[in-house]
């Protein structure tokens, strides 16, 4: 049980505290409730682009790193296609640092024309190296368009295209900040050995004077029901095959979302999971395969992915998937295999909490979601899931017309 305090500041910033005796840092984590979904079709990769913009310098701080390395703090960011988080860890005797270069990135960035041209580059280069120019690199890029025809996830956080970031002017970039980073669209929370007091008067102090904003309001299309398998075939100079399947889940508030996760696990956690054993260690086909899930606050993928052995035709690795799935939705799950998976499960989610930055990341995820409280009941969801409801769920998931395969072909 994690317990906590939280407040709202009179301009709408959420503050969530958790008090951790055991650390002498202190976790900060400030999550904004926009990500690559808010963009415009047009002039997309902008909530990533702000990820590096948000380090080049605000409006009384020109440095950001320099006074935070000097009070022996850490930090990073990322963004994903729901929401930004922005964290520190700082020693408890300078926690105040950690506020001030917080509210002041908040309340507005330097928006100057050299620090956009700088990250734009760096942003630009990442695109290059991570998507297009390393093998599989751009499945990314394919496979969304092909599953989601009406819902922004149909592009990737790195954006549709260069050229959208090429594009981005100071305009832009401000109107964008404006819209979206505002204390009535983010959440504070602070992990650490701190009293809920001390925390309200530093809140007040540094972010109790920036004004709420107006925020764009969130009106996104939702995706169609698919009614038709999805097929698209490329070529590369890579070394293997691939085949990368996604099927359209349930969002991550759904009442099945927990029961989608397990069915991964069951499918390929581990080395004793059902793709390995069956289709890499006894039939030969695949030197490697995974099953995964999308934690996304909308309707998210379910995604099969494999690279095949050399000289395995897709034709047959791709049955050998589909036996498999076709097995999870007819013959009930073993107890001891169902056991097993929420076993896994249990151990990662309490481990995840040992860490004060895991505890304050985790609190922001879920007063994002819905509640913070959400974090408490986490585990008693996976283990009152039961073999029914996996099969249930399964037998709707696992449809050929809800699913989007990108065949991925070695030139070799």
Request: glycine share 4%; charged share 25%; with cysteine.
């Amino acid at each position: 049980m994690i317990k906590f305090d939280r407040f709202t500041l009179s301009n709408g910033l959420k503050v969530i505290i958790h008090k951790d005796q055991t650390t002498p840092f202190v976790a900060v984590n400030v999550l904004y409730d926009v990500g690559a979904k808010d963009e415009d079709s047009e002039r997309t990769g902008f909530a990533h682009l702000f990820e590096h913009l948000m380090f080049g310098g605000s409006v009384n701080i020109p440095d950001y790193d320099q006074p935070l390395q000097q009070a022996g703090g850490e930090n990073n960011a990322f963004t994903n296609n729901d929401f930004t988080n922005y964290y520190i860890t700082v020693p408890k005797q300078n926690l105040e640092t950690a506020f001030w270069l917080e509210s002041d990135r908040m309340l507005s960035l330097a928006f100057s024309q050299k620090s956009l041209t700088t990250q734009k580059q760096v942003v630009i280069e990442e695109f290059k190296q991570r998507y297009l120019n390393q093998p599989y690199g751009d499945v990314s890029l394919l496979m969304r368009p092909l599953a989601y025809k009406k819902h922004p996830y149909q592009w990737s956080t790195i954006g549709k295209e260069i050229s959208h970031i090429e594009k981005a002017t100071l305009a832009d970039v401000k109107e964008f900040f404006f819209q979206h980073y505002a204390p009535n669209n983010a959440s504070l929370t602070v992990v650490g050995n701190v009293e809920t007091n001390e925390i309200k008067a530093l809140a007040e102090k540094w972010f109790g004077d920036i004004e709420k904003r107006t925020i764009k309001p969130r009106k996104l299309p939702k995706e169609p029901k698919q009614k038709e398998e999805r097929h698209l075939t490329v070529k590369k100079d890579v070394p293997y095959t691939g085949i990368y399947k996604s099927y359209h889940m349930c969002s991550r508030t759904h009442k099945d979302y927990q029961t989608c996760d397990l069915l991964s696990d069951i499918l390929s956690n581990g080395k004793s999971s059902r793709l390995y054993q069956r289709l890499v260690k006894e039939q030969n086909l695949f030197s490697e395969i995974d099953a995964s899930i999308e934690g996304c606050t909308d309707e998210g993928l379910f995604y099969i992915t494999g690279k095949l052995f050399e000289g395995v035709a897709v034709e047959i690795a791709e049955k050998a998937i589909e036996t498999e799935l076709d097995k999870i939705k007819k013959e009930p799950i073993s107890d001891y295999e169902l056991n097993k998976v929420k076993n896994k499960i249990e151990s990662s989610l309490v481990f995840s909490e040992i860490e004060p930055l895991n505890k304050a990341m985790n609190l922001a995820y879920f007063e994002l979601i819905g509640d913070a409280n959400l974090i408490n009941s986490e585990v008693d969801k996976y283990r009152s899931i039961t073999a029914e409801q996996m099969q249930t769920v399964a037998r709707n998931l696992f449809t050929s017309s809800n699913c989007s395969t990108l065949y991925y072909l070695s030139e070799k």
